[in-house]
């Protein structure tokens, strides 16, 4: 293609830029042949002319398409050159923070200045196995690839890293030499790297300082060889150290430092085991102060000295050389500061013998000190004649003390090294190598002097060696694809080597300099300027005459030649040497025993004829042959056995390259980086490549990139290879710029591009006419969509303007309407005001007239009234008149006749006549009135009668009455006293009645208060509850939904059914407490009517009547009141509704015996006492009636006055149980919704009544013994008494008795009343005792009552099925308790129980052996046991699950059921079989209680396995077969190990075939353990099986055709890191893999519960090593790949969901995996597309999705790459997440285990034994 079709129009250039060195610019004008200058546009969108030199027509570099910006590999650029590789390394370094990056087969490393996280154990793991260009770019990559060339081709390798100082090189060389240690051995044998790793603090001690451009420069060179055994196990390590740079011991730079090991021991000075040192702070020495300052920011020397130290314990430095090590170090400081005095002449000086360094330094070394301070200052000479001594000038006598500190200083670097190699050496034989070459890089400063010119020396031959390395390689390559071989011009550095090395080259020129006696730096430079002045890499600076320059590959350096003299002779004076030979200290002495005696430099070329003369020391000739080795020359040897080492194995390369000068974390200067590719041979590489084919492409990759510029008809084709060839022969005329190889296209550098170009404009045509077509399609419908608008636009505006016409006519002829009506209305409203006004005035005007007229009338009616009452008034006046004087005239008249009347009255009253008619009348009413009095007064005699006999019957009466009041009187004076006592204790009991009642009312105050509280409590709660009764509502609603019917419906009624028990058990517990009270109660009683019995006097008779009483009294009552208590709980029960109620009646039953035995016990004692009375009876002749009657009328009373107070008991308890009962009903009626609370009431109401009960009874009964007491005794010391006063009361009156016997008697009575009272107060003490205990009982009652009343109100509060759970939760907590009281005496029986298997066993042994030695014939008992087996089978008509075998053919059995056994063999068969054998032959073992048997049997059982899991320790199937065998085996012995927890599931002939005598939990412990290891050995071989299909299949496989593109990916998968054939696999491959895996452990019997975990492991290790590739491999993040893993992921889920392993959670497993396509998916611009990748990508890591934005790369370039804004937007939402600092996923890691108890329903005697086994021994038992 010519110029003028690559530079048009939009094409991207490079130019030149003074600044960036290189930068962008877009062509805005085509370029045509002869043009001047091409005009361009810069990226600031300035114009610029870019001249062109017509002449050279150099043009400037193009620049690659954006598609392949940000490449792993240079080489796949389809430009090479200098700007294309500085812009690729600058945009994966700063956008995408990748620091390695391949070029060809150098890998190369950028230096970040920050810790990143790649580096981990995992990361390793990733790289392991995986070919080079597979993976992303890494250190471990290359490591990799040198392992496995080694192990492939048996061949040694190296891998050289270089770089300047500060670009990471030791860092690199440490990661290397990890990756080698980890992949190399078992974690054992790593040891090595960890004592290589140890050396490294010691190295960096000794060997590292601080220079202007790395605070930690390598000053010197090293090459470790790692040692591999055949088994390619790292097995040990040698290290070689090249120029150690030695001047710095003596000199330093402005800002730069000496050793690092100067600086720790002046910081740790002050330590006591250093106070002999005699140093101080480092400024104080000369040594360590040139460069300034002394310390390095962030760096503790004292802490690094401690690291240090730590490190040479670890090597095996003993404490003693250590000491030495750091005096020699302390020593070399004195020496610098020694004060050298100069003499007046100048040609002599001295050193003073008070110098206290120079005391320092002898009496550190052990050296003499005068001999020291005479030859620092002077030098033997000799000659062929004499030897004589000479003084040194100053300047002499300071280079001589330098030689001499540089050389101590040096011996000590190679004695450390040698101990360091000594540490690291193995006497295993060493079958190959891996060498890696930490070397300093190609350096260039503003002094250049003898070090520098060595290493730029030592990299012009390792960039020979990297040139013809690579030379080789594409020449390997071209030959292998067939392609014609050209020469390729690449730069050959020979001449500059030869200029160096060769004979009369600059070393050479420099060591004949050394040999002149007066050689001078000034006279070597002359020499080389007459001698290489004509060479073509060999310049004299034009201004300077002691300088040269050297044209090396990376740049031209100029040297200063002062001090090369110096610097390559290495003076040390022989004389020194031998002082510090004859040191003290052996190991001071030591350090110079090998090294042989200098000459002097004067008289190097004559010195070896003074040694001949002197024959008595013949050694020293040899040594000074030896010791003319210079440094150069000593450099140049040492180089070229590197190189032939490097030669004789394959080299691998890390570039190391350092950013930036400032050290800061991922900052790109452009200008260092090309100055470092430049040195480094990157260039060089990217330039040979470049000249030939750099762009490779295999047929199928070329095919399906671009297939796009292929006809039709040419894909129809089937041959790949020759549609490749049709399409670029059609596309690229010119045939020199691709070649066809056998398996790959090669391409000239640009060709890639302009197919790139090519594609993208088919893609542009393609899109400009879907584009042409869609947007055409859109117009379209846009115009159809507002065509449609349109018209229903017109249709509604014609619409509304009808409708607004029709609401104009309507509103008119509204209007006219409303109008008429209301002109209408306007004149019917005047007319009505008119007509109103008429109305109005007419009225008014009527009602005038009328009023008048009404007036009118009013006037005439009240003129008539007046004038009707003037005329009555005047009438009645004039009758009233007349009346009153006609009335006055009637008086007077009749007067008058009455006084005629009376007269004539008078007259006629004095006749006799008259008279006699009255007197007739008077005499009958006399008679009549005689008669009643006569009858009256008989009446009245009558009645005097009757009253005088009723007074006299009155009278007797009376009398009789006073009598019988006397006699009664008489009769009860004397019980007044016991009747006052009885009425007040009655008054006490009334007054404790009533404070009880008292009590009452306060205890009803304060249940009425703390009922408030409560419902205030009850208030506040119920809000709570409301809330957790809705989240415990949603929760039991999400449960049920999840939860399957049956399991639900049991669940109900196991709770209905437990609320029921809980029920049952709280009446039952109620009435025990009832039952308590009252059985406590009666044996009080009895216990009362006991101690009354033995109380009573042995010599008193006891009236025949007591017991009768007693017993009427006393046993009645007691029934009664039990009866009474029984019927009011019965009834309090009824009625409160607790119909459940029902009494344990095992405990009520007991309880009876007992107070039945206790009354029988009664009866005998009182049967007792009657025979003991009968006794007495006899003794006692005379006994007064009196006493009888007294005695009798005594305990009469008292057994009267028991049952009064047992009547008042009983009416006090009707009281209480009245009192008890109303509370109870109160309680009842306050709550009579609530049952539980009623049961409460009752509940705390009996408790109550029973203590109150109890204490009343308690009470009387003591008052009533008090009483007793005290009668008795009064009427035994009054009986007492009149004994001894008179002889009548003795038994025998007609005896004489002494005083003195009686005086004995009543002594002896009062002892007996002591000891009965002694007796008294123990029983009452163990009564109180008793009492005590009862209280304390009553409390733990009372405390377990306030339990449960706090549990019940706690009840009360919740929900009704709160309430049930609640009360479940109670007594599963109660019952929990019990059973871990019970677990605890199960534990200690169990204890005792294997205690006393013990001794058993041991009893059984030593019967054994007692048995065995009473044998007589081993035979005989073998036969005798034979023949008692055969018994026992013949009794054993069934067979009953055992196995019987001889001892000698267990060996047998393992051999044909274990290790010689094929899973295939018993395919057909019960599964499982062999465990279901092995446990019926360690049951018979069992059976006959052979212990030897089942250890011998199981312990050979174990080892049998595992001896065939390590012979098949790759085979899935068996290890799957002895898995479920195992678990098998596992399962029966817990099955049938008696344990009542494991056999739930057993039938009952399964339970007949438990074990009987051992308890093989241990061994179960065993097996368990074995069954882990066979699970971690199957998914082991699982994983080895998939997971070289995981990364070809998940993620490599297009299972969708055609989706995926591929992009030019350099030397990926080439030929020397690619295995020989096609190693890819598809999907389906995987899944064929589980099926098989399923299948097998399926057929085999293995538990349902492990299959599932296998596959949730295996699951996760196939999201572990796609993960984890995913994000080490930049070529598959994209979105095609998202969309083809998605798809392959779907498929391993419907995978799952048909095996029914959804429960298994390797589903789960595979979350971010998927979560992983998702984001490669999602769109990836916006902050809301930011969110929504947080939200949704929670599985991944903050690491992990940033890693993954950085990896994305579009395959086509209209895809559009992450910004780097949006990753931080990305990296500031996740801020908050507390994510591990972990990458990658830990593919090695395995869950725990679990093996669930799965029992079998096969019995033992069903298992029949297959022929297939050869087990005819074995013999059914």
């Not at 085509?30 to 062109?52: A, F, M, N, R």
């Not at 190399?184 to 790593?190: N, Q």
């Not at 009768?1108 to 006393?1114: A, G, Q, T």
């Not at 005086?1303 to 009452?1324: H, K, S």
Request: proline share 2%; glycine share 4%.
């Amino acid at each position: 293609m010519s110029a003028a079709q690559l530079y048009t129009k939009y094409t991207r250039v490079w130019i030149p830029d003074p600044d960036e060195v290189w930068r962008s610019a877009e062509i805005i004008k085509d370029y045509k042949e002869g043009d001047k200058s091409l005009h361009l546009k810069l990226e600031d969108e300035t114009l610029y002319e870019y001249p062109i030199d017509l002449q050279g027509n150099e043009l400037p570099f193009l620049r690659n398409p954006d598609i392949l910006v940000g490449e792993n590999d240079l080489t796949a650029l389809s430009y090479l050159h200098e700007p294309a590789v500085l812009h690729n390394l600058k945009v994966r370094f700063l956008e995408s923070n990748h620091i390695y990056t391949y070029c060809g087969i150098v890998l190369v490393a950028i230096n970040p200045y920050e810790q990143l996280p790649i580096y981990e154990q995992d990361v390793i793991y990733a790289y392991s196995g995986q070919n080079m260009g597979d993976m992303d770019p890494h250190i471990f990559a290359v490591a990799e690839e040198a392992y496995k060339q080694m192990a492939r081709d048996e061949k040694n390798q190296s891998i050289i890293v270089s770089g300047e100082s500060g670009a990471g090189k030791t860092v690199s060389a440490k990661y290397a030499m990890r990756f080698f240690a980890t992949v190399g051995g078992s974690a054992s044998e790593t040891n090595i790297e960890a004592k290589v790793l140890a050396s490294s603090p010691i190295m960096e001690a000794i060997g590292n300082a601080k220079t202007t451009r790395n605070d930690n420069s390598s000053r010197f060179g090293k090459y470790i060889q790692i040692g591999f055994d055949k088994r390619y196990h790292i097995i040990g390590a040698n290290m070689r150290t090249y120029l150690l740079e030695k001047s710095r011991v003596v000199f330093q730079a402005e800002d730069e430092r000496n050793y690092h090991i100067f600086y720790q021991l002046c910081a740790s000075a002050s330590l006591p085991e250093f106070k002999e040192l005699g140093l101080t702070c480092a400024e104080d020495f000369f040594y360590t102060s040139q460069g300034g300052d002394t310390s390095i920011e962030g760096v503790d020397d004292a802490d690094d000295f401690e690291k240090t130290r730590h490190a040479f314990t670890l090597l095996g430095v003993k404490e003693s050389h250590q000491t030495t090590i750091f005096r020699i170090i302390a020593a070399i400081l004195h020496l610098g500061n020694l004060e050298i005095q100069g003499e007046r002449d100048g040609d002599a000086c001295s050193v003073s013998s008070e110098d206290e360094h120079l005391n320092n330094f002898c009496g550190l070394l052990g050296v003499e000190h005068s001999q020291m301070q005479h030859w620092l200052c002077h030098r033997k000479l000799i000659t062929t004649a004499e030897t004589y001594v000479k003084n040194m000038s100053v300047q002499q006598v300071v280079n001589a003390r330098n030689a001499l500190a540089k050389h101590i200083y040096a011996q000590l670097f190679n004695w450390i090294v040698q101990h360091i190699n000594k540490a690291l050496h193995t006497t295993v034989k060493q079958h190959s190598f891996i060498g890696v070459l930490d070397i300093y890089g190609f350096e260039t400063f503003e002094v250049n002097s003898f070090e520098q010119f060595c290493i730029n020396y030592a990299n012009e031959k390792l960039q020979q060696q990297f040139n013809s390395h690579v030379f080789k390689l594409e020449q390997e390559e071209y030959m292998k694809e067939g392609i014609p071989w050209t020469l390729i011009d690449f730069y050959d550095n020979q001449p500059c080597i030869d200029l160096i090395e060769a004979k009369l080259g600059i070393l050479d020129l420099l060591d004949e300099e050394c040999k002149v006696p007066k050689g001078t730096d000034q006279n070597w430079a002359q020499k080389l300027y007459d001698r290489h002045a004509s060479s073509q890499h060999f310049q004299k600076p034009r201004m300077s005459n002691t300088s040269f320059i050297v044209l090396h590959f990376a740049d031209k350096v100029e040297y200063q030649s002062e001090g090369f003299l110096e610097k390559n002779r290495d003076t040390v004076y022989e004389e020194q040497i031998n002082i510090l030979k004859a040191s003290k200290y052996q190991m001071v002495a030591d350090l110079f025993q090998d090294e042989k005696d200098a000459a002097p430099t004067t008289s190097v070329g004559k010195g070896t004829s003074k040694i001949s003369v002197r024959s008595a020391r013949p050694v020293i000739k040899a040594a000074n042959k030896e010791h003319k080795k210079t440094v150069g020359h000593q450099f140049r040897n040492s180089l070229h056995l590197l190189m032939e080492t490097l030669n004789a194995t394959t080299p691998h390369y890390v570039r190391c390259i350092k950013p930036n000068d400032e050290k800061l974390p991922f900052k790109f200067d452009p200008k260092r980086a090309v100055q470092q590719l430049r040195a480094c041979g990157v260039l060089e590489t990217i330039r040979i490549s470049a000249a030939g084919f750099p762009s490779r492409w295999s047929y199928h990759d070329f095919f399906n990139r671009y297939r796009v510029l292929m006809k039709k008809r040419d894909l129809s084709k089937n041959d790949k290879k020759q549609i490749c060839q049709t399409l670029l022969e059609d596309l690229i005329k010119d045939p020199d710029k691709f070649q066809f190889g056998r398996t790959k296209i090669f391409f000239r550098a640009g060709q890639v591009a302009y197919l790139e170009k090519l594609r993208a404009d088919k893609f542009r045509a393609a899109t400009i006419m879907i584009q042409k077509t869609v947007r055409g399609w859109l117009q379209r419908v846009k115009y159809k969509r507002l065509r449609r608008a349109a018209i229903v636009v017109q249709r509604y505006t014609r619409g509304h303007l009808a409708r607004r016409l029709a609401e104009h006519l309507r509103r008119t002829r509204a209007a006219i309407i409303f109008q008429k009506q209301y002109r209408m209305l306007r004149i019917l409203r005047a007319f009505q005001r008119v007509r109103n006004a008429t109305v109005t005035i007419q009225a008014f005007a009527r009602g005038m007239f009328v009023r008048r007229i009404y007036r009118k009338i009013l006037a005439e009616h009240k003129a008539i009234i007046l004038q009707k009452y003037a005329r009555g008034w005047l009438a009645r006046t004039r009758f009233r008149r007349v009346r009153g004087a006609t009335i006055v005239l009637q008086c007077y008249y009749r007067r008058m006749k009455a006084r005629q009347e009376l007269k004539a009255l008078k007259i006629e009253a004095r006749s006799a006549q008259h008279l006699k008619k009255l007197n007739i009348g008077m005499e009958n009413k006399v008679v009549q009135l005689q008669r009643k009095i006569d009858e009256q007064n008989k009446e009245y005699k009558l009645l005097n009668e009757q009253l005088s006999t009723l007074a006299s019957a009155h009278s007797s009466e009376v009398e009789k009455l006073k009598k019988e009041l006397v006699q009664y009187q008489q009769g009860h004076r004397g019980d007044g006293n016991q009747l006052v006592s009885l009425q007040e204790e009655m008054e006490h009991l009334r007054l404790e009645l009533e404070k009880a009642l008292g009590e009452r009312k306060v205890v009803e105050d304060s249940y009425v208060k703390e009922k408030d509280l409560l419902r205030k409590r009850i208030s506040d709660l119920e809000e709570e509850n409301a809330l957790l009764k809705q989240e415990k509502e949603e929760l039991n609603s999400r449960i049920l939904c999840q939860s399957q019917d049956e399991f639900a419906r049991n669940t109900v009624e196991e709770n209905i059914q437990m609320k029921k028990e809980l029920e049952e058990e709280r009446s039952r517990y109620q009435n025990l407490v009832k039952e308590y009270s009252r059985l406590e109660q009666r044996y009080d009683n009895l216990r009362d009517e006991m101690t009354i019995i033995k109380q009573a006097p042995g010599h008193r008779r006891n009236p025949s009547n007591q017991s009768s009483l007693e017993s009427d009294s006393n046993y009645p009552s007691i029934s009664t009141s039990e009866i009474g208590d029984t019927e009011d709980v019965i009834q309090q029960v009824e009625e409160v509704g607790m119909e459940k109620a029902a009494m344990d009646m095992t405990l009520f039953l007991k309880l009876q015996k007992r107070v039945r035995e206790l009354e029988q016990e009664r009866k005998k004692l009182q049967t007792h006492l009657e025979r003991k009375e009968q006794e007495s009876k006899k003794s006692q002749v005379i006994e007064t009636k009196t006493e009888v009657t007294s005695d009798h009328e005594d305990f009469a009373y008292n057994s009267l006055k028991r049952q009064e107070l047992e009547s008042e008991n009983k009416k006090l308890k009707n009281e209480l149980n009245e009192l008890r009962k109303a509370i109870a009903d109160r309680a009842t009626q306050n709550n009579s919704s609530n049952d539980i609370q009623d049961g409460y009431n009752l509940l705390l109401n009996q408790l109550k009544s029973a203590n109150e009960e109890l204490e009343v009874r308690k009470e009387e009964v003591l008052i009533l013994r008090t009483q007793i007491m005290k009668a008795a005794q009064q009427k035994e010391t009054g009986k007492n008494m009149e004994n001894i006063t008179t002889d009548a009361s003795w038994p025998n009156s007609d005896k004489h008795i002494d005083q003195e016997d009686a005086i004995e008697a009543y002594q002896g009575m009062c002892e007996t009343n002591r000891l009965l009272e002694a007796q008294l107060q123990d029983q009452r003490r163990e009564h109180e005792e008793e009492v005590e205990a009862l209280k304390n009982e009553v409390d733990a009652m009372k405390e377990e009552l306030e339990k449960q009343q706090q549990a019940f109100l706690q009840t009360l509060q919740l929900s009704p099925e709160a309430q049930v759970e609640f009360g479940l939760q109670q007594e599963i907590t109660r019952l929990t308790n019990e059973n871990l009281d019970l677990k605890e005496v199960l534990e200690k029986l169990e204890k005792n129980e294997k205690k006393l298997k013990k001794q058993l066993k041991i009893y059984m042994k030593k019967v054994q052996d007692f048995e065995a030695s009473q044998a007589t014939v081993p035979a005989e008992r073998r036969q005798h046991e034979r023949n008692m087996q055969v018994a026992v089978q013949r009794k054993e008509k069934d067979f009953q699950g055992m196995l019987e075998y001889y001892k000698e053919d267990e060996p047998l059995l393992i051999r044909n059921l274990i290790t010689d056994l094929k899973p295939q063999t018993v395919s057909a068969t019960v599964p499982c079989l062999p465990a279901y054998i092995l446990y019926m032959c360690i049951r018979h073992a069992d059976y006959i209680n052979d212990d030897q048997k089942v250890h011998s049997l199981l312990t050979s059982t174990i080892n049998g396995i595992k001896k065939v899991l390590k012979k098949h320790n790759d085979d899935f199937q068996m290890t799957s077969f002895w898995l479920a065998n195992t678990c098998r085996l596992l399962h029966c012995l817990k099955q049938y190990s008696g344990d009542a927890g494991f056999m739930t599931q057993n039938t009952p002939k399964q339970n007949e075939h438990c074990l009987k005598n051992f308890d093989l939990t241990e061994y179960r412990q065993v097996l368990s353990h074995l069954s882990i290891q066979i699970y971690q050995q199957l998914i082991k071989i699982a994983e080895g099986i998939l997971q070289p299909m995981i990364v070809s299949a998940v993620l490599e496989n297009e299972s969708i055709q055609g989706l995926s593109g591929v992009k030019p990916m350099g030397y990926r998968n080439r030929s020397s890191s690619m295995a020989d054939g096609d190693s890819s696999y598809s999907l389906d491959a995987i899944i064929r893999q589980l099926n098989m895996f399923h299948s097998v452990m399926c057929d085999q019997g293995l538990d349902p519960e492990i299959v599932q975990q296998v596959f949730k492991q295996l699951f996760y290790m196939i999201n572990a090593v796609a993960l984890n590739n995913l994000l080490l491999r930049k070529d598959v993040c994209s979105w095609s790949t998202g969309m083809q893993l998605r798809f392959n992921i779907s498929q391993l889920e419907e995978w799952l969901r048909g095996k029914n392993l959804q429960q298994s959670g390797a589903a789960q497993m595979l979350e971010p995996l998927i979560q992983a396509a998702q984001l490669l998916q999602l769109k990836k611009k916006t902050s809301e597309d930011a969110e929504a990748i947080c939200s949704l990508c929670t599985s991944l890591t903050t690491q992990q999705i940033v890693k993954i934005l950085n990896l994305y790369t579009p395959v086509n370039e209209f895809e559009e790459r992450v910004t780097v804004a949006f990753i931080r937007d990305i990296q500031t939402h996740l801020q908050e997440r507390n994510d591990p600092p972990q990458l990658l996923l830990d593919f090695k890691h395995m869950f725990p285990v679990l093996f669930p108890f799965n029992p079998s329903s096969i019995t033992m005697d069903s298992i029949h034994l297959p022929a297939s086994l050869h087990l005819e021994f074995l013999n059914k038992v």
